[in-house]
């Protein structure tokens, strides 16, 4: 039988790719013209060179597709023939770990122990007041399960778009108040439970983390769901920290909890330097009597474990009706900054930049960490 490449792209045309649910030949998933080599010799086989061009290295029917391309021209042409398939991607391949976020300085970690201890408002505002303090600031939420930060900026509607960069295709962050959000809240349901195991929560949060277009920054904060759970370590395996800003109540059991979300970035595989402690709630002063404090929540327990922990205590955040007024109407209390709370994030803000200078100095970067049944370290290239 004398091949040709006609008779090649026929065969290809039989063969469905999923992602469009079109033949190979439809969907251009065939590159170019395949090439047909005859026989040097008597016994020997023809060969068929052809290359297959995918949107990315990720797609998923990237294997199957090439069995299927591979089996159907076997099926028409003959199963002597040998058949070399080639794979090129119309988007580049994602970076490496430990070289992504190249234009990043800073990454910090808002973390809690507990949650309801208000660890994204702290989050959200920390990055307003950044950016006010003229920052280059991007905020993700890391949270998978309850992502807050769409609410917290007013753009639950929002919809990120790609953008062609370096020839790969990136979600654009959204851009509120001078700070880049990226939340997986901007691509499901905000009344729909996100049901999804470890796993695909993991890969989601790579996306938004690799496969987004967050250039130069100069910090890049990470608000974190609460506790410690996969969703922390896949942070930790994803990218070199900088160091993490606890946050908790004065209430014991939220520091109970602090103390592990401690414990856990200073496990010895982990290493993540703590910046320091926010009290949030730390006490309550109604607008009718300004002068005056009460702890609802505890006295500066916080402040104590901050001292027992030889770790600065960042700030203390007053439970004022307007902060949580102003998350819910998508206005943080940080864009104010003429009001007391206002002021209060942009002191925190200050703290962040005066411990995060200090670590740089004083201590080596942090590695990633890698497992493979253990827990490793490999150092951010």
């Avoid at 967050?214 to 922390?232: K, Q, R, V």
Wanted: net charge neutral; hydrophobic share 40%; aromatic share 6%.
């Amino acid at each position: 039988m004398t091949l040709y490449p006609k008779l090649i792209v026929d065969a290809l045309a039989t063969v469905t790719y999923a992602g469009t649910k079109k033949n190979l030949v439809e969907s251009q998933i065939l590159a170019d013209t395949p090439s047909v080599a005859a026989p040097q010799s008597e016994g020997e086989p023809w060969r068929v060179s052809l290359t297959l061009l995918f949107p990315r290295d990720t797609d998923p029917f990237l294997r199957s597709t090439v069995k299927a391309a591979e089996a159907a021209i076997k099926y028409h042409c003959g199963q002597d023939v040998v058949v070399n398939i080639a794979t090129e991607f119309k988007s580049k391949p994602r970076p490496e770990v430990g070289r992504l976020l190249p234009g990043v300085k800073n990454i910090v970690a808002v973390s809690s122990g507990k949650g309801g201890v208000g660890k994204s408002t702290v989050a959200s505002n920390l990055a307003i007041a950044l950016a006010r303090l003229g920052y280059r600031v991007g905020l993700l939420d890391t949270d998978i399960f309850g992502p807050s930060v769409p609410k917290m900026f007013h753009c639950e509607d929002a919809r990120p778009y790609a953008v062609k960069v370096d020839g790969r295709d990136l979600i654009e962050p959204i851009e509120r108040y001078g700070v880049k959000l990226l939340s997986i809240g901007f691509f499901v349901s905000p009344t729909t439970a996100t049901l999804w195991r470890g796993g695909m929560a993991s890969n989601a949060l790579k996306q938004l983390i690799a496969d987004a277009d967050w250039g130069e920054l100069d910090y890049f904060i990470l608000d974190t769901p609460p506790g410690t759970s996969d969703i922390h370590l896949t942070l930790l395996q994803t990218l070199a920290i900088t160091g993490a800003v606890i946050v908790s109540t004065p209430q014991q059991v939220a520091l109970a909890d602090a103390r592990k979300g401690i414990d856990m970035y200073r496990n010895e595989k982990v290493n993540v330097p703590i910046l320091g402690l926010v009290e949030n709630m730390a006490w309550f002063t109604p607008a009718e009597l300004p002068q005056n404090r009460y702890y609802i929540f505890g006295r500066e327990g916080c402040k104590q474990l901050a001292e027992e922990m030889h770790l600065p205590l960042l700030a203390q955040i007053p439970l004022v009706q307007s902060i949580c007024e102003s998350g819910d109407d998508g206005a943080p209390a940080a864009t104010k900054v003429d009001t007391a709370t206002g002021q209060a994030f942009i002191n925190l803000a200050q703290a962040v930049v005066t411990v995060v200078n200090r670590r740089n100095k004083e201590q080596p970067q942090t590695k990633i960490v890698k497992t493979d049944n253990r827990l490793k370290t490999e150092e951010r290239s």
